[in-house]
């Protein structure tokens, strides 16, 4: 019973500097992240997708490393935030990518709409 603190849970065990395990999914939301930027253009669901994902991977590790700093490594805490950062680029990107594409539609169909309206199909054998 002396190594239980005065809340009366067990203490946490803490690794030695230099050997704190990596936070879990950082580098998956590193590479989400990274992927969602160049793939934001390629249809813009790929990027929009891939940047959600690793916006919600990297707020978790984030939120992890804030509730116990000692116990992970600071290189996956940044891996994690670059990640977060890098997934709100692409999100980003990638809407404005999808409203362009929307805009350019509209304005096509209507222009092509009213292009061959005024053709006369009904003189056509």
Known sequence: MENQSQSGQP???????GMQPALPNATAA???????????FC???IGLACGIIAIVLGN??????????SSYN?????????????????????ALYLLYLAIYLL???????????TMPWGDIN
């Open 30 to 40: 590193l590479v989400l992240g990274i992927i969602s930027i160049p793939s934001c």
């Open 74 to 94: 600071i290189s996956s805490y940044n891996n994690a935030n670059a990640g977060k950062i890098c997934g709100i680029i692409g999100t980003v990107l990638a």
């Open 60 to 69: 978790r590790a984030i939120k992890l490393y804030r509730s116990n700093p």
């Open 107 to 117: 304005f096509f169909g209507t222009l092509m709409t009213a292009a061959f309206a």
């Open 11 to 17: 203490p946490v065990p803490q690794a030695p500097i």
């Open 43 to 45: 249809g813009g669901i």
